[in-house]
């Protein structure tokens, strides 16, 4: 059974800051998946990751990962408080149309 | 493009009584996603379809629930009694899924808040 791990589980930081949020899972994929959500609202895809060593950047957010360690990492940089927001990754069972494992998310307050 | 649509967007409801939440996906897309969201469970995937045809319903709790896609545009999840427990946000997602390695990234709905009293 696929699991994925987040941590950590809330986070509150400055602005300005820079933080990591980390994404373990249990078993091979080949897809990650970051994914936004503030409160009340959908989920807003922000990355997706198809091979080891990906890193995609998207103004202050930097995602990366390491397929043989099973893990995946979201960068904050310089954080604003705009960026305040339940984070989520997800890990795709397998190849072509599969759902998604999801992770607990980070409950990220960035304080002004 | 609309999106992901789903309606309704609020329901509440009386334990025992049947619930059919409804989504159409983004036109073009061949997978759709059924996920429920709680407090105490995280998001969950209920049961997937790619091209009208189910494939991985392991997700739904049990025979109380149901879904269909009847057509490329059209999905709908029914409780039948519903109950309080079901109680949560269910989002819908497509994707255009194409060959293994591509990155088929799904897009969620707005969800439909259910609550069962």
């Known amino acids: 059974e696929l699991k994925v791990e987040q941590n950590p589980l809330f986070l509150s930081m400055q602005e300005g800051k820079n933080y990591t949020i980390y994404c373990n899972y249990s078993?091979?994929?080949?897809?990650l998946y970051w994914y936004r959500q503030d409160p009340g609202k959908s989920l807003e895809s922000l990355f997706v990751?198809?091979?080891?060593?990906a890193v995609k950047q998207e103004g202050r957010l930097m995602a990366s990962l390491d397929t043989k360690a099973r893990l995946s990492t979201l960068h904050i940089t310089a954080a604003v408080h705009d960026l305040s927001a339940t984070y989520f990754c997800?890990?795709?069972?397998?190849?072509?149309?599969?759902?998604?494992?999801f992770g607990k998310g980070t409950h990220l307050i960035i304080q002004p | 493009d609309a999106g992901v649509i789903q309606s309704p967007r609020h329901e509440v409801t009386e334990m025992g009584q049947e619930v059919t939440l409804r989504c159409k996906p983004i036109?073009?897309?061949?997978?759709l996603f059924w996920y429920r969201q709680t407090m105490m469970r995280g998001l969950e995937l209920l049961i997937y379809?790619?091209?009208?045809?189910?494939?991985?319903d392991s997700g739904m709790p049990e025979d109380r629930f149901s879904a269909k896609m009847p057509n490329a545009s059209f999905s709908t999840l029914k409780i039948q009694p519903s109950e309080p427990r079901d109680s949560a946000v269910y989002f819908c997602?497509?994707?255009?899924?194409?060959?293994?390695?591509?990155?088929?990234?799904?897009?969620f709905g707005p969800g439909t808040r259910l609550t069962v009293l």
């Open positions: 997602a497509s994707s255009l899924a194409l060959l293994a390695g591509a990155h088929n990234e799904q897009f």
């Open positions: 379809f790619n091209n009208n045809v189910p494939i991985d």
């Open positions: 036109s073009g897309h061949n997978s």
């Open positions: 990751l198809l091979s080891n060593g």
């Open positions: 997800a890990v795709a069972h397998g190849g072509g149309a599969d759902g998604l494992t």
């Open positions: 078993t091979t994929s080949d897809r």
